[in-house]
């Protein structure tokens, strides 16, 4: 039997570059010790992280310009798959400038280049064309200007349509109407979650009650993100579980929910329950987070780490 098909879509992507400085001083040239390129969006990083679990993936959403050409370029050189919708503007770029120390930071992010509607149609048309039964897509990350906030929620009814499932990850009002066209999970964090429903989110029975908040708008199952303290999944059937974290020592925690979403994904297409799942999503996460810079984990560190994430089933 053939592996389900996993996509990626990041709507609003960025090339990333980072300037290391000796120190911050306004007013006056400074001299870049140290620059490096990354290929931002949230669905990037989720591919990133299956190709290190030996899991191939398609990235798509809109690029555009001379930036997205390089952003595509990237892509697939680390061996991603691409199927992009071209606009006339540039990708953005996001500069962040950093000292040696990491204790201070100035980050500048463009706002992206403004989406057409008939832009917008023949990324929706890409996608019923490209979706089957059975295949996974994340839909991941912020909207770019000119995009509605029903946006994910069109491609979530399309995606359903077609027998495709998908995982949600995004903020707002995309994630509130989101959940209305009833994604098969979504995964926001705990400030996500607080600000969508307004609730407190200090105890597992306070976090559960937020998670069904999610489930009574439309989501089918709910997994909320809590850093260190892990992660509660809430299913369509009620129940209620907490991942706990493996111990690590954490180094960059960028691009760890994004890993969480890459490991889960992976998972669920090896037919693992979702409960069981998690545990693979966890350690992704934390593979990420115990390593330098923008690396993501790999294969033996996940399962070296998946090997220690405790499961337990709430009683609420």
Known sequence: MEKPVIYTLTLNPAIDRELTIAAFEFNAVLRAMHARVDWGGKGFNVSRLLMGLGAPSTATGFVGGKAGEFLQAGLQALGIRTDFVWVQDETRTNVSIVTPTGGQYIKVNEAGPAIAPEKQQELLAKIEALASPGDWWVLA???PPGVPPSFYAQIINILNAQGALSLLDTTGEALRLGC????FLIKPNAEETQALTGLPMTTPAEIAQAASHLRGLGARHVVISLGKAGALLQTAENENWLAHSPSIQEKNPIGAGDSMVGGLVW???QGLALPDALTWGMASGAATASLSGTAVGARPLIEELQA???????QL
């Not at 209305?180 to 994604?183: I, M, Y």
Request: charge should be positive.
């Open 267 to 269: 998972a669920l297409t």
């Open 308 to 314: 220690q994430v405790r499961l337990e089933k709430l």
């Open 180 to 183: 209305g066209a009833k994604p």
């Open 141 to 143: 990350g912020s909207l």
